[in-house]
């Protein structure tokens, strides 16, 4: 099996999540089971019928988890310089709208384009591993192409 790459933030935040669903999350949907069964016939019973879906959830995201965790590389980007590789925090500008973009480089665990982790995986990223301060990069966007500079990259 292939290796995971996460930064200690991503493992220490998917390990929590782990942890907060089988502390908290499964004792509290087998209560609520426990407590639909009570009602009667399960057959037509809304509530057994809720608390057993979401449990296969919760027992799919633990499974889920645990194999994330039991497969990550936990890579402290700290130690890195130079050109753009996991763990880069890229500033970008737009070369059409001078707009300046701000990415940290994180594996699919941890990407969440909305607080500006790019998944290491995407178009933009792969374009911009390997390149350093100054390059430009042409991307093939669902918008038609688009064009960065590298105006910085650190790694924290």
Do not use: C, W
Not at 6 to 20: C, P, W
Not at 126 to 155: H, M, N, Q, W
Request: charge should be negative; proline fraction near 4%; charged fraction near 35%.
């Amino acid at each position: 099996m292939e290796k995971i790459p996460l930064t200690r933030a991503g493992f220490d935040k998917i390990d929590a999540e782990l942890k907060h669903l089988k502390s908290v999350e499964r004792p509290a949907i087998i209560r609520a089971i426990s407590e639909a069964r009570e009602h009667g016939d399960l057959s037509e019973n809304a509530e057994y019928h809720s608390a057993k879906e979401k449990q296969s959830f919760i027992e799919g995201r633990v499974k889920e988890l645990e194999g994330v965790i039991s497969l990550a590389d936990v890579i402290d980007p700290s130690k890195f310089s130079g050109p753009v590789k996991f763990g880069a925090t890229v500033v970008l500008v737009d070369e059409d709208t001078d707009e300046e973009k701000t990415y940290l480089i994180v594996g699919e665990y941890e990407a969440d384009i909305e607080s500006g982790k790019l998944n290491m995986k995407s178009p933009l990223a792969r374009a911009l591993i390997g390149k350093d301060e100054g390059d430009s990069i042409e991307v093939s966007t669902p918008g038609g192409v688009r064009s960065y500079e590298i105006l910085k990259i650190t790694y924290k």
